[in-house]
């Protein structure tokens, strides 16, 4: 260390030396795509790089027939094994090569060959070479070929089918047919568990590994190169677990086959810029399709083929790129029994300058107890298998021989479950990809499983993401700016609650709605999560839905205890009483001339001229010195003693009376406000069925992301209800104050304490009880400007406000309630069935004492709103601009009541109309609760309009019997 402390050039040297080393490392990743086929004849295939290689002639090497490896020419013998190729020596003038390779012998009289009906004969009896090649039949201890052209000795490497030879017991062991030296095994483990596979449910003695393994880790030792191959799938069976499998292969020096990623270099492999590919989403487009490339292999490690992904229900094939895909594919066992166990490395091939490359994709094998976030921790393998039919066999043992037997049925059978394809994209190379990652879940099945020939799931994924946009910490940094903005709006919310309920201090209540604020806010959705991103928005999406059902909850219970009132501003009509007759016999002349010329009548006022004299009369009732408090003495009718002047015929005299004012007007607006009570800006019907033709008809739940040449069409039910529908052909707004104003009724509302909304109904015409003609006649003259506007301020049109009362006017107006409710605690209510009888009307509650206490809390408020009482008065003005921005209240109104000119119906607020922005979130919650928990759109929009109808009858049932109570009318009457 202090020699390169001192020496900062060679430690430098030495730095860049190590990253060349990296960097080539990572660059070998990309390899020129090749098959065996196309390699020319002094070429071979090399299954570890996946190209044609050249045999060094010098070596005396040439391809084999099937050009997967070299081999010695013609001309020379295998004396050993070097990197996977073996080493040779030619031979001698006039020799040739022996059938096994490994030696040289004379050619008898220059005669190389036999003929067709003789065996080739090249060493004696035991094993030792003859002095020229013999055409003799095979003697002791060698077999003939299948092609009886050759004997061949006990010990060959290249003809594994030896079961015929002798084999020496002293010396060596015959394992899987093979007689083996036992030098070459005394390091070898023969434990139990060196045969044992760890499988989910049990442990297994398996018989493959015990006829099996050991032979493979013999030979491959001697650097054979399919025998190395095969060692590593029997490690690939293990599935890469901390097993003595893999660790037979990984003792291995320079093994010739590649199996294993650097775990120290995970991070470098992901965000390697090999791929210099640019993918395109166009659909015409050449390069939009991601294409692989698989190598399969034998589980005896021969090289099957090289060829384009032939995986069930055609995985990996037509992978589009930025699509994500989500498929299950359902297979049975017996299936899976009949399938042939083959390894597979898979690759990524693009194109570079007209050569097509290809990159090796890593395989991430995910444990039962793993997750996603451990990528990076774990071992990067390059080989998978799709299933295991083999090694799940048990070995019984047999005591008397000391042999193992094969159990007769599979114990486990092991299966690919899941197969998941993670490509990152990369943010800054628009078109360019990381290498690709594949995540690989094995499931197992039991014995009775298998016996019963179930159906298993293999789930399919391509899920694309990209690298530089952490979804997790957005969300929490989305989440972390959404909070702020709650808190702050929480604690204006707070501020306003308390001016609205005249300075109270915050309770369970406030703080109930305090965390209903911070926490019931929307979860943004990033384009393109992973899985475990999925995950928690799965999780955001439940709680969510929680917090939405509180904060319904708290709507339903805010307004449904609402103070309103109708405010009836018509007066009673001045008419006369009808004649009364002492007797049958009075005739019609005499009768109708004391009718017309009496001289002791006044003559009969206009409507007009009635109400404005009972108008005066109520001023000089009521004067400036008098205080709202005289209200609440008992109003006593003015009985008029009608005196009757008989004549001489029995005729009695008419006099004048005042008619009661209709409630039918009364009645007619309670029974549209409980209409505009459930109105809504969207129809939820006809929004959940466009939904469901989008997703189940079109065919757009099939699309995990929006593909780029589908343009998806919009429903805009909510921006069609505002824009066109409410400006163009109604607003059901405008129409109630209308016909407030038609039937001479203001409505009062109290929100809360001292806040609510006020809408001036009164009539300019005076009254509004009177026929069809004048009421025609009174909308033309308005039409026409020839009246007065409908203001509350004279010369004004403003109708909307949002009223500000003080604390005293509040005290007054509960005193009301507070003796009605004091008069009707001991009353019971009427039987649904007989609430329309007449015997029954009056037996339910002491309407008497409510109509009267009605008729007091009208002329109260009337005569609030035309400033009769000094003491109690209220002032006009206009909202501030951030008033109106922030909902909240500046103005004090602790001696003075403040009227705020509203031009945007704010009183929509107390009904379903000015919520929508709550209920088509609680909608949209559910909606999505529903599909996260089963996957369903039809049940997902069959719950959330079965729900969205259930709060509406929930609405109109608190809000019939709070209208009932709050304005003092009969509930039968209310429709």
Known sequence: MYYFDNNPIILCFAVLILTINETVGINNEILELSQPSLCKNDEYFDTKYFSCRKCNIFDFLEPSTDHLRCVCNKFSKTIGFKNGNPICRKCDYNQTVTTDGKDCIVCKNNICKCSSNEILMERNWNGTLLSSIECLPCPKDTYPSKENSKCLPCNNLDNRNQRNCICPMASHVRIQGYCLNKDNLSDWPDVKSTYTIKFQSENIDSYYLRTKLQAAMYFCKNKDKMSCEHLSHICVLSLYVNSIQCALFMQIHMAPVKLFYNKDETSLILNANNITQIYSLGKDDENNTLNFTMATFSLEGKLLEIDSPNMPCHFLTNVRFGVNLNKKCIITVKDLLNMEVKFTQLYLTFKEEEKVLSHGVPIYIKKEYENDYDILETQLVRKFFLVDNISGTKALPNFVTGTFLKKSNLSVLRYMKSFTVLVNIR????????????????????????????????????????????INSNTQIFIGILSSIAIINSALRTWTYCKKNYGCTPNAT?????????????IPYTLLPTISDEKNIQIFTIIGFCLKIVEIMGFIYQHWDIHIFFIDWEQPKITRNPSKYDSPYTSFRKLYTNILNDGNDENPKAPSEIIAAKRNKTFKRTSKKDTHSQIFKPVEQEELQVTYSISKSSMQEQSNTQLSVSIWRTYLVANEWLKLLTKRKINISLQIISTLVVLEVIGVKYWSLAIPEITITKHPDYLTSIIFYERFIKDQMQQFVDLCSIANISVFILEYNYYGFYIHGRSVHGFSDTDLFTLINNLKNEENQLCAHRGLVPGTIEQNFIVSVTETFRTFYEKFYTEKNFVNSSQSSIPITNRFLKKNIYTSMDWNHICNTRVKLNQFLCEFLD?????????????????????????????????????????????????????????????????????????????????SQLFIVI???????????????????LM
Request: aromatic letters at 16%; charged letters at 20%; one cysteine or more.
């Open 510 to 522: 406030v703080s109930l709605w305090f965390f209903i604020y911070v926490m019931g806010q929307t």
């Open 867 to 947: 400033h009769c009482f000094k003491d109690e008065d209220y002032i006009i003005k206009e909202q501030h601009l951030i008033e109106k921005l922030c909902d909240i209240l500046y103005t004090n109104t602790n001696k003075t009541s403040v009227f705020y000119i509203d031009n945007d119906y704010s009183f929509s607020q107390v009904i379903l109309y000015g919520n929508e922005w709550l209920i088509g979130t609680f909608e949209i919650t559910i909606f999505l609760f529903v599909l996260t928990l089963y996957d369903n759109y039809i049940l997902a929009a069959a719950v959330t309009f079965i729900l």
């Open 427 to 470: 943010g800054k190379a628009r078109g360019k990809i990381y290498p690709p990652i594949v995540i690989i879940e094995y499931g197992e099945l039991m014995e009775h499983q298998i016996s019963r020939n179930v159906e298993v799931t293999i789930d399919y994924k391509v899920t694309f993401a990209l690298k530089e946009n952490h």
């Open 955 to 973: 609405i109109k049932y608190s809000g019939r019997k709070n209208l009932s109570s709050k304005t003092l009318l009969d509930e039968r009457f």
